[in-house]
């Protein structure tokens, strides 16, 4: 597509519920990214796909959260028995190789309201 | 962890004046560093790049500078215009196997008309 498309855009769930967020990506990177950012604050590098292996899950912030993609193309991450300090804005974005050389496309993110 | 500051976390500045945005990095092996400019509910932008072989990059209004010495990078706004109202991130990337992309917290920029 012509860029980044992440959905929901907003999603509000009860607590201890599962969600999936949706992300795809532009079609032919294939280096994604999750990132988490909290109102006003940075971002929080979350997990980083080369094709579909991910070499750094080291942002993931514990088991509850998980991610997969597949066909180099769309990926879902995952937050089982959601909490309230999961509440976010969850963005996606993309690269032509797992290099950052062109810096990365983002979507406009997944608002989650967790209440 | 290491990350990425910001010296300042609001600007305002006079339309048509020139805005200066900071940002402290702690990895001296960070090879390259981003500026992003992220509107309200959207996503970040990329506005301009810069190597660690370089010390300045100019782009359309806006220019980068890098000082390795301090770990130090700043982005320069000419003729700050009231679209330029946003949230500006500087971002440095780690090779750890992967590519990994660490954001700094953030300056608002507020454009007085």
Request: aromatic share 10%; with cysteine.
């Amino acid at each position: 597509g012509a860029g980044v498309s992440q959905s929901p855009s907003n999603k509000v769930t009860e607590k201890g519920k599962d969600v999936e967020l949706r992300c795809d990506p532009i079609s032919g990177h294939t280096a994604l990214y999750w990132y988490r950012q909290r109102l006003g604050q940075g971002l929080e590098f979350l997990i980083y796909f080369q094709g579909n292996s991910a070499p750094d899950k080291s942002g993931l912030p514990s088991d509850r959260f998980s991610a997969e993609r597949t066909g180099e193309s769309v990926s879902t991450l995952t937050i089982q028995r959601t909490q309230q300090e999961d509440s976010a804005v969850y963005l996606c974005a993309s690269s032509p190789a797992g290099t950052a050389n062109y810096g990365y496309t983002f979507g406009s993110g997944t608002r989650l309201t967790v209440v | 962890g290491e990350s990425v500051g910001l010296h300042l976390p609001t600007l305002s500045v006079q339309e048509g004046d020139n805005s200066i945005i900071n940002c402290a990095y702690s990895n001296s092996a960070s090879d390259y560093f981003i500026w992003y400019k992220q509107e309200s509910g959207k996503g970040p932008q990329f506005i301009i790049d810069i190597r660690s072989n370089m010390d300045k990059r100019q782009g359309q209004r806006v220019t980068v500078l890098l000082n390795k010495t301090v770990k130090h990078l700043s982005l320069q706004i000419a003729a700050t215009q009231p679209g330029d109202s946003a949230v500006y991130f500087c971002a440095e990337t780690l090779n750890t196997g992967g590519f990994k992309t660490i954001f700094g917290a953030g300056t608002r920029l507020f454009v007085k008309a």
